[in-house]
Structures are given as structure tokens and as C-alpha cells.
């Protein structure tokens, strides 16, 4: 698998060029959630790839999806001016190869194929909404260069703002992952909120009624992969990539500022995540807007995500997280790259 990407985090010198030589294809991976919309723009290296832009914008598109069925007219327009802005970057850095993908937002909604086709015509973005076995595989694809190869099991999860993925895993003899068993579930942390929240806040009954809905729906995949034999056997790992789990890795760190160069790759012990999410519980959503790594766009999500995660904590109690800061574009990048070999 390839290694960790780097990314520029100032401008450099471009390097010399003889005259007449061929500039490195450039490629793009454009993954539109329910919440956020996120680019990367890369070029390849022995190594694997170097980030030479990229963009992050909390859009929420999914934003009252749940109740009308539809992606809003506020929401869309949040979008489209996002996306504007990710053409643009495309334009002006003349990116060859480009994959945009959508997820849940744009599988529910009933007027998706509309937005999309707008997309398409304001923006020259083609975006496809991939179905949820392809995003858990791109997902995977992005961070399984993280995985322990002295456990042969692996539970692997992207909790989105729509739904969540999960991913029962077997490393193979040299080590690559193959799927097993995968299971999406329409529960993430914008639905979430939005179902259980009260006055905007997630109280302690519905944060446990959180917890009670994700473990009744994941119980079958668990017991027809045997998982809990397997995790008391310590035969499992645990590898997690998401907003939810990278907000508590920082915060855990007591980071002064959100730095992906500290939390990918990390280590988080269950019990402190039980600990940094009742700490999270605690707080009402002005203190945790004020926290440095979480700030006012995940203020209202966080404990929703906190919920989630430890469901999946304490019906597979591995013991020890590893945080992902890479998932769906990553993998986009890596799968654009190899198909050009």
C-alpha cells in the first residue's frame, strides 16, 4: 500500500523545467457529502502522491433532508457555491485526470438527479453519486496503508453525515485487506442530529438512544462475522476515518489548532475516547464552538458522532483506535493513478 502523502503547506519556487519538457498530470479526487464538500489536487511521486491544493468547505447539503426528502433550496445554493470555487482550482491548475463523487445526500434525495444535473451545467463539475459499497471500498483504499499487519481482522468505519460505513476486513498473506462483509447504515451524524437533537442539543437520553439504534442495527453484521469471538481472540484492530474520530484525536492531543500531521496515524485508547466525549457532553454547544478543534460548523455535530463511535466501541471493545485523516479522496487518487500504469 502507499505510504503517508504530503501536503504543501506554503508556496515553493516552481522547480526548473529544460525547455520543451512535459509538466507531471495533475489529478483531482472530489468526494460531496452530506456535510462537507472536499478536494484534493495531486501529483504523483515515487512515494505515492503530493497534495498541491486543496479545498474544505462545510456545506450541510444534507441539511433537513430526513424529514422532506429533499435537498434544500438553501442547501443547494451552500453547494454550488462551493463547487464553483473547486471548479475554478480545476481550471487554473489545467487538472487532467478528475473523479467527483457524491454519497448519501445525493442517494436519498428526490430531487438529486436535478441538482446534479445543475451542478454539471453551472459548474462543468460531473459529479456521480456512487452507492455505498464503492464509497466504504474507496474509503478503504485511502487508509489501509495504517493497518496493523500483525492482526489479521479488521474493523474499518467512515461515520459521514449521512450514514456510516462499516467494513469487516481480512489481511490477506502479503498483507493486502479484502473485504469481507460491509454495512452501510442511513445513520450519520447530520441525520443524527437532526432526528434526536433538543433545542439543538443532544441531552443524555437521546445521546444513549443514539447508541441503542446504531447497535440494533449493526448486531447481525456482527453476529453473522462472528466479530465478537474474534476482538476477545485479539484478533481484531480497530481503524477509524471521519470527522468524529479526527476532532477527538486532536482533542485528546490538546492540540492548540487542528494539525492532520498529529492525528493521522494516532492511537486513541477507548477509554479516552469514553472520556473526551462525556467531557464533550458536558459542554453546551457555545463551549464546544469555542473549542480550538471543534469550532461553531461542528459545534451541533460532535456529540452525535461522539454517540456513534461508542456504540461501536463497546460492542467490538478492541481496546485502541487507529485515527484515519484520509479516506474517500485518497482513495479516488490512489485508483485514478494506477489506472494510467
Aim: proline share 4%; net charge positive.
Amino acid at each position: 500500500m502507499v505510504s503517508n502523502y504530503t501536503q504543501q503547506r506554503r508556496r515553493r519556487k516552481p522547480p526548473f523545467r529544460r525547455q520543451g519538457s512535459t509538466p507531471a498530470p495533475l489529478y483531482a479526487a472530489l468526494d460531496l457529502g452530506t456535510n462537507n464538500c472536499r478536494m484534493l489536487i495531486a501529483k504523483r511521486t515515487q512515494q505515492g502522491f503530493h497534495v498541491i491544493d486543496s479545498f474544505s468547505r462545510i456545506t450541510r447539503l444534507g441539511e433537513d433532508l430526513a424529514q422532506s426528502g429533499l435537498l434544500s433550496q438553501d442547501a443547494m445554493e451552500r453547494t454550488l457555491k462551493a463547487l464553483s470555487v473547486c471548479s475554478k482550482k480545476l481550471q487554473s491548475r489545467n487538472v487532467q485526470f478528475i473523479r467527483s463523487v457524491a454519497t448519501e445526500a445525493c442517494r436519498r434525495a428526490k430531487n438529486a438527479d436535478l441538482f446534479l444535473d445543475r451542478v454539471e451545467r453551472e459548474t462543468g463539475i460531473s459529479l456521480e453519486a456512487i452507492p455505498p459499497i464503492e464509497e466504504a471500498s474507496l474509503a478503504l483504499t485511502g487508509c489501509a496503508s495504517l493497518l496493523n499487519l500483525q492482526k489479521p481482522k479488521a474493523l474499518v468505519f467512515d461515520i459521514g453525515g449521512g450514514s456510516t460505513e462499516i467494513m469487516w476486513i481480512e489481511l490477506d498473506r502479503v498483507g493486502d485487506p479484502q473485504v469481507v462483509d460491509v454495512i452501510s447504515l442511513p445513520i450519520g451524524v447530520v441525520t443524527v442530529s437532526e432526528k434526536y437533537a433538543s433545542a439543538q442539543e443532544v441531552t443524555a437520553q437521546n445521546y444513549q438512544a443514539i447508541q441503542d439504534r446504531v447497535t440494533e442495527e449493526i448486531s447481525a453484521f456482527s453476529e453473522r462475522n462472528q466479530i465478537a469471538e474474534q476482538v476477545r481472540a485479539g484478533q481484531v484492530q480497530m481503524l477509524g476515518t471521519s470527522g468524529t474520530v479526527t476532532t477527538l484525536g486532536a482533542i485528546h492531543l490538546r492540540l492548540p489548532r487542528y494539525l492532520r500531521s498529529k492525528v493521522d496515524g494516532m492511537k486513541l485508547p477507548f477509554d479516552e475516547i469514553y472520556r473526551v466525549s462525556e467531557n464533550l457532553t458536558k459542554m453546551d454547544c457555545d463551549q464546544r464552538a469555542a473549542h480550538p478543534c471543534i469550532g461553531s460548523n461542528r459545534a451541533d455535530l460532535v456529540l452525535a458522532g461522539c454517540a456513534i463511535l461508542e456504540a461501536l466501541c463497546k460492542l467490538w471493545p478492541v481496546g485502541e483506535l487507529t485515527i484515519a485523516d484520509r479516506g474517500i479522496r485518497e482513495g479516488i487518487l490512489l485508483k485514478l493513478m494506477r489506472e494510467q500504469d
